[in-house]
């Protein structure tokens, strides 16, 4: 505490030599003051004219013209809705016959209504309507239904609770569709983890407390069939890391396609390391914080131990491999560090099995006979150089038999020739399959879907452009490549195919105003499903940026793709400040011809509010240029990205349009660390400024799987202390950067912030800002975080480029 300051206790001093001598002294002091007032403000006003010659103070101020009549682009306007494309999700429906008698029914959400609709007749039915369930006094909030595919029930899913990314907690019920009828979906209001429909109908997998159980419905009857499950055993839904980085969801059980069989991952968390959280603004009347433990494995440390078990659904049977199985005992990956990183079933009783090794180099496929609990090895893959790895994915599609197919299969994807492309195996055990496409051009997330009455594969690829998303269909043979989508025309779609694939949900997703179809592939009809005539409407009414994609060459081998967003009333012959939006991890993809206000809009609003230009440049490591381009970061991360982003950065600079002392350079999560590293090795030369929001900021820090594919295991490459964050010396050359991150963050630990500042204390750097957000995770949500962080990125930019 500051001490106060007794001011009746101190003497009064007096001027000596009385008061004739004391006006002289003070009319003498005065001149001298006046002069040497003077004389400072001309040395301040000449060191202004310098400044201005040479620095930021000679542009002119931040301050946009916009247009007559238009309306300017802002925060607060991206964030109520204004510029929200209308987008409608569909559940299809599945039936026996679907395969090759596809109606095309689907359940579409209007409002508060869940209608069912069909577009083979055109039929509609409101199967439910509501957004609340009340159930014993008590009113629970509708987050989401699900109908089994005979629409007999639905799973109603209440009052979710936040866990990780992708998982929740929540209040089920079980809805049955014609007489409304609610009952929970087990022991009353219990929270559930998960909870899957067979695809018979008939029964419910679902996890309370990390145990799986199986609901009859016809009978009623629940059945545990774990009971490990716990805090270090997970059944059924993936521990943190594998949600995280494998099966980027929260699934880890998969129904066969007769409903006999379930397939359920078991994950031993026992020696993964315990890392603590504290939580401070929980409840407004806590002293102390609260602690919670994670179990989270870092680079070098012991992963979950992850295996498998079937359950009989039919006989009520649980049951596992044995011992002296094929899959026990492989030669390249121990029992102890494998990881299992896709499974799908084949079969009624067959399911595939992806396993690598913890450094994701190896890759073996296995196919389990569920019948038998028996497996046996049917491909091994050890990459094609030293820079490989596998990347996970989880879009293998089952192909079924029939009379012009006379074995399962599946399509996956392959490296034909150090690009991504399908290739058709069949039958499923078959180490020679087919390839279907072949190019310097990449399958996007593998085979969309195929028609069994066509034989027709569909499938989205950057065919025409990297930054570009088109559907092609090919016949299973491998002939007969058409596009779907028009070619021609920019755009950006995705698609969601009815059960027999006859049907398309086709959404056009930009770079103009999004929309939707509904297609019949098999009668070449389509109908609207959204225009957004509205937002059209909308946009006419604001001032906006203007986007430009295109190519640069900076001597990396192949071109890199840039967005570049100018400002409004764009001015070649005037000076702008320049800002890099960075995130450049392995196989990302930032530039993209996607509708800017949905897929870049703090860009746009950067451009609008700051009258600055914005560049995204993807380098070498990010994804869809193929291998050579992809992989080139292995054991180096940090390096190559880096080294093209500062010459992106100086291509730009040299254009006569951009302000060389106003550039800065951003990102969150892998985005912040390169931020850091591209301020890091740059020195203030390039880029002048940076923001970095929840970086990695040391390799050692973060989760095993995810950094080991990348740089392998600590132990064995020394090239982690080359990608840390670790020169920090070099930081005293960058005028000013800023530093945010969540203090609750469960993905990038705040540890790897506070290592960073500690390091800057060390150095007795101050040149920074930092701010702090109380118990946010990694998506800086908590308490009206993710309005206050864009709040401060562009009032601190605004601040400094002033």
């Known amino acids: 505490?500051?001490?106060?300051?007794?001011?009746?206790?101190?003497?009064?001093?007096?001027?000596?030599?009385?008061?004739?001598?004391?006006?002289?002294?003070?009319?003498?002091?005065?001149?001298?003051?006046?002069?040497?007032?003077?004389?400072?403000?001309?040395?301040?006003?000449?060191?202004?004219?310098?400044?201005?010659?040479?620095?930021?103070?000679?542009?002119?101020?931040?301050?946009?013209?916009?247009?007559?009549?238009?309306?300017?682009?802002?925060?607060?306007?991206?964030?109520?809705?204004?510029?929200?494309?209308?987008?409608?999700?569909?559940?299809?429906?599945?039936?026996?016959?679907?395969?090759?008698?596809?109606?095309?029914?689907?359940?579409?959400?209007?409002?508060?209504?869940?209608?069912?609709?069909?577009?083979?007749?055109?039929?509609?039915?409101?199967?439910?309507?509501?957004?609340?369930?009340?159930?014993?006094?008590?009113?629970?909030?509708?987050?989401?239904?699900?109908?089994?595919?005979?629409?007999?029930?639905?799973?109603?899913?209440?009052?979710?609770?936040?866990?990780?990314?992708?998982?929740?907690?929540?209040?089920?019920?079980?809805?049955?569709?014609?007489?409304?009828?609610?009952?929970?979906?087990?022991?009353?209001?219990?929270?559930?983890?998960?909870?899957?429909?067979?695809?018979?109908?008939?029964?419910?997998?679902?996890?309370?407390?990390?145990?799986?159980?199986?609901?009859?419905?016809?009978?009623?009857?629940?059945?545990?069939?774990?009971?490990?499950?716990?805090?270090?055993?997970?059944?059924?839904?993936?521990?943190?890391?594998?949600?995280?980085?494998?099966?980027?969801?929260?699934?880890?059980?998969?129904?066969?396609?007769?409903?006999?069989?379930?397939?359920?991952?078991?994950?031993?968390?026992?020696?993964?390391?315990?890392?603590?959280?504290?939580?401070?603004?929980?409840?407004?009347?806590?002293?102390?914080?609260?602690?919670?433990?994670?179990?989270?494995?870092?680079?070098?440390?012991?992963?979950?131990?992850?295996?498998?078990?079937?359950?009989?659904?039919?006989?009520?049977?649980?049951?596992?491999?044995?011992?002296?199985?094929?899959?026990?005992?492989?030669?390249?990956?121990?029992?102890?560090?494998?990881?299992?990183?896709?499974?799908?079933?084949?079969?009624?009783?067959?399911?595939?099995?992806?396993?690598?090794?913890?450094?994701?180099?190896?890759?073996?496929?296995?196919?389990?006979?569920?019948?038998?609990?028996?497996?046996?090895?049917?491909?091994?893959d050890y990459g094609s150089n030293a820079n490989s790895w596998f990347e996970i994915s989880h879009n293998l599609l089952y192909v079924p038999k029939s009379d012009s197919r006379p074995h399962d299969g599946y399509i996956d994807i392959v490296d034909v020739d150090g690009y991504d492309h399908l290739a058709y195996f069949s039958p499923p055990d078959t180490e020679n399959p087919l390839i279907l496409t072949s190019g310097e051009w990449e399958v996007v997330d593998g085979a969309a879907a195929f028609d069994a009455v066509l034989n027709k594969v569909y499938f989205i690829s950057t065919e025409k452009s990297s930054v570009e998303r088109h559907l092609y269909s090919i016949d299973l043979d491998g002939s007969n490549k058409t596009s779907i989508t028009d070619v021609s025309q920019e755009a950006w779609y995705s698609v969601s195919f009815s059960a027999g694939s006859r049907f398309l949900l086709l959404n056009y997703n930009g770079p103009d105003i999004p929309h939707q179809e509904l297609l019949d592939l098999h009668l070449n009809t389509r109908e609207t499903l959204t225009s957004n005539d509205k937002l059209a409407e909308t946009l006419q009414k604001y001032a906006l940026p203007e986007d430009r994609y295109g190519e640069i060459d900076v001597g990396a081998g192949k071109p890199l793709n840039f967005h570049e967003t100018l400002p409004v009333n764009f001015d070649a012959s005037k000076k702008y400040p320049l800002l890099f939006f960075v995130y450049g991890g392995p196989g990302s993809q930032l530039v993209q011809k996607q509708y800017s206000l949905a897929a870049s809009v703090f860009s746009s609003v950067v451009a609008a509010q700051l009258d600055a230009v914005v560049v995204t440049v993807d380098g070498r490591g990010t994804g869809f240029k193929g291998k050579a381009f992809r992989n080139i970061v292995r054991d180096k991360l940090g390096h190559y990205e880096v080294i093209d982003q500062i010459a992106a950065a100086k291509h730009w600079t040299a254009k006569p349009y951009i302000d060389e002392q106003r550039t800065a350079i951003w990102g969150w999560s892998y985005g912040g660390y390169m931020t850091l590293k591209t301020l890091e090795a740059d020195q203030g030369r390039t880029f002048k400024y940076g923001m970095s929001v929840a970086p990695v900021t040391n390799w050692l820090l973060y989760d095993s799987i995810y950094t080991e594919r990348y740089m392998h295991m600590p132990q064995q490459n020394a090239g982690y202390y080359n990608s840390s964050v670790h020169e920090v010396a070099n930081f005293a050359s960058v005028e000013r950067f800023l530093l945010m991150h969540g203090t609750g963050d469960d993905n990038v630990h705040f540890q790897n912030s506070l290592k960073f500042l500690d390091m800057l204390d060390l150095q007795g750097l101050e040149n920074y800002d930092v701010h702090v957000f109380p118990d946010s995770d990694h998506s800086i949500r908590y308490h009206n975080a993710n309005t206050i962080v864009y709040d401060k990125l562009l009032a601190w930019l605004r601040q400094n480029w002033s």
């Open 1 to 380: 505490m500051t001490e106060e300051k007794n001011w009746a206790a101190e003497p009064i001093l007096r001027p000596s030599g009385g008061p004739r001598r004391f006006w002289n002294t003070f009319l003498l002091l005065l001149v001298v003051l006046v002069y040497c007032s003077s004389v400072l403000i001309g040395q301040i006003n000449q060191l202004y004219a310098n400044h201005k010659e040479t620095g930021v103070a000679r542009q002119r101020p931040l301050v946009p013209v916009f247009p007559d009549g238009k309306l300017p682009l802002t925060l607060a306007a991206t964030r109520n809705g204004t510029f929200t494309p209308e987008r409608k999700s569909l559940q299809w429906l599945r039936t026996d016959s679907s395969a090759f008698n596809d109606s095309g029914e689907y359940i579409v959400i209007d409002g508060a209504d869940y209608v069912l609709k069909s577009l083979t007749d055109k039929r509609e039915r409101i199967l439910f309507s509501g957004t609340v369930v009340d159930y014993k006094d008590s009113t629970f909030k509708i987050e989401d239904i699900v109908f089994s595919d005979n629409l007999k029930h639905a799973l109603v899913i209440c009052d979710k609770v936040h866990n990780w990314r992708h998982s929740f907690f929540a209040t089920y019920f079980v809805l049955e569709v014609d007489s409304k009828k609610i009952s929970p979906l087990y022991n009353g209001t219990s929270l559930v983890s998960l909870a899957k429909w067979s695809p018979d109908s008939s029964s419910i997998a679902f996890i309370v407390d990390n145990n799986v159980y199986v609901k009859n419905l016809a009978s009623n009857e629940v059945r545990q069939v774990t009971f490990e499950g716990g805090t270090e055993i997970f059944y059924g839904k993936p521990d943190w890391v594998y949600e995280e980085e494998v099966f980027e969801g929260d699934t880890a059980m998969w129904w066969s396609p007769n409903s006999e069989y379930l397939t359920i991952l078991r994950f031993n968390d026992t020696l993964v390391p315990t890392f603590p959280i504290p939580y401070f603004v929980q409840h407004k009347d806590d002293v102390y914080p609260e602690l919670r433990e994670l179990k989270y494995p870092k680079a070098g440390y012991p992963n979950p131990q992850v295996d498998f078990v079937v359950y009989d659904n039919k006989n009520d049977k649980l049951a596992s491999l044995d011992p002296s199985d094929a899959f026990y005992n492989d030669k390249d990956v121990s029992n102890d560090e494998r990881l299992i990183t896709e499974v799908k079933w084949v079969g009624d009783s067959n399911f595939l099995l992806k396993i690598t090794n913890r450094e994701s180099d190896i890759l073996k496929i296995f196919i389990v006979d569920a019948s038998a609990m028996e497996s046996r090895l049917k491909r091994s």
